[in-house]
């Protein structure tokens, strides 16, 4: 039955990849305390081609509510500030002529609600991934040549390995809801 088990980690790997996008995605919504990873889309103009922010630059928390961009060379400090206007985060960077300097807003009631939006459409798309390789584990299952009970356990399989890849979903969901509507 090594064809049955093939198809079973195809199915995993794909709600895995699924789960590691997920927490990609609400690692782009900021609930409140400075992080570095909220800087994670920001572009940058370097030499010619646009290069991630982390790769020109270092990016600290000196505290809750400040992120400090330190740029490897001095000449970046305009280009960092374009990217970071450019990522449409609603932040207003400052520089002092050594560093891009970036004071996180606290975050109002109505702005966690659409926070919260956000993370939850993005758990429904992870849950939608982890179901297409559920059905397309399914399909490959129907092509097989093997017994009717093989098949109906091997669809068993998959159905207990999505309901806990979804149940993840839902905590990953709960763990950032929590943390997005704490003050």
């Known amino acids: 039955m090594d064809e049955v088990e093939f198809i079973l980690e195809e199915a995993k790997e794909g709600m ?5 996008h997920l927490k990609k995605q609400l690692g782009n919504i900021r609930a409140g305390k400075a992080n570095p990873s909220m800087l994670g889309s920001v572009m940058v103009e370097y030499y010619g081609s646009q290069t991630p ?3 020109v630059a270092n990016v600290n928390t000196p505290d809750a509510r400040t992120l400090s961009i330190q740029p490897f060379e001095k000449s970046l400090i305009q280009e960092i500030e374009k990217g970071i206007m450019l990522a449409n985060l609603g932040f207003n960077p400052m520089n002092n002529g050594e560093s891009v300097i970036i004071n996180v807003p606290p975050l109002t009631e109505e702005r966690r609600r659409q926070l919260t939006k956000q993370a939850k459409s993005e758990a429904e798309d992870a849950k939608v991934g982890v179901r297409n390789d559920r059905k397309l584990a399914n399909q490959e299952l129907k092509k097989l040549e093997i017994s009717e009970d093989f098949k109906k356990n091997a669809e068993n399989e998959i159905q207990e390995l999505t309901d806990g890849y979804i149940e993840r979903v839902d905590r990953i969901l709960e763990i950032k809801e929590k943390e997005i509507m704490t003050v």
């Open 16 to 20: 895995e990849k699924a789960i590691s």
């Open 53 to 55: 922010l982390n790769q």
